[in-house]
């Protein structure tokens, strides 16, 4: 039985918590590939969502996630909300608690930003996304659909290659893979991949050949253009030629290799257009293992057991 309140990061979620998720994702996704895609398993149930970023996939999925197991949803538009009048978080929050909903699923930029919520309101919160902290949902599909490809995470070698510093999946990739053993490897420039990363307990690399040798999986981030302060890189063409995932590169990783990306991402820039259309990608289908997830995870906060039985 699930018993936490709050969805709010891989680090700290216990292995037992994360296989939970991903065990009950199974039976969501089986919801999903039928022609009639509803169940009435959340019924009756609220939930918000509260980006004060923008989003297409993770806002979606949840909605999509929602509507799934019949769960009511609204999404707020913060720029046309009482926050564009200086309305607080936590007035937001509990606005949004007192008219009924269940969940809210947050977006910040601001690291901490869903915990604080968390404590100010008795409604579940669902972190989607904070600063450069973690984005916990990102995480947990991407460690399903790694062992749904192949197994056993315990035995990965996986290769996280981008703009390291800024993006909370990978830090959320990190926390979740490291729990199961899995070897995990980060490489970037190293203006956007600090030495501090080895304390989370990756190899670091500044050389995409020698971090790509003999992977199971490459993660490549999304290379976030909003978020590069002057001088961090010399060009985009540049950091394409130095870092981006071609063919020639992905060969280096074992033939039967996954190639993932969170999305949403610049062709041509950080992977190219042929690795991404080729079998070994993945993509497609961490979107849709996704809304699984989502459905895993609303499922499990509004008191579900183990989700076998919302499918009998």
Known sequence: MWKRKDLLGLKELSIDEINMILDTAVPMKDIIKRTIKKVPTLRG??????????????????????????????????????????????????????????????????????????????????????????HPTQGLLDLFTMREKKGDLSNLKVAILGDILHSRVARSNIWGLTKFGAEVRVVGPSTLLPGEFKKMGVQVFHNVEEALRGVDVVNVLRLQKERQKKGLLPSLREYAKIFGLDQK??????????????????RGVEIMPDVYDSTQSVVDEQVTNGVAVRMAILYLLMGGGTGNEIIN
């Not at 590169?249 to 610049?266: E, F, I, Q, T």
């Open 45 to 134: 149930r609220s939930m918000v969502t509260l980006f004060y970023e923008p989003s297409t996939r993770t806002r979606t999925s949840f909605e999509m996630a929602a509507k799934y197991l019949s769960a009511d949803t609204s999404s707020l538009t913060v720029a046309t909300s009482s926050v564009a009048k200086g309305e607080t978080l936590i007035d937001t929050g509990r606005t949004i608690e007192v008219m009924g909903a269940d969940v809210i699923v947050i977006r910040h930029e601001s690291a901490g930003a869903p915990h604080l919520l968390a404590q100010s309101v008795v409604a579940r919160v669902i972190n989607a996304g904070d600063g450069m902290h973690e």
């Open 249 to 266: 590169r992905l060969s280096l990783a074992k033939p039967d290799a996954l190639v993932m990306h969170p999305g949403p991402m610049n």
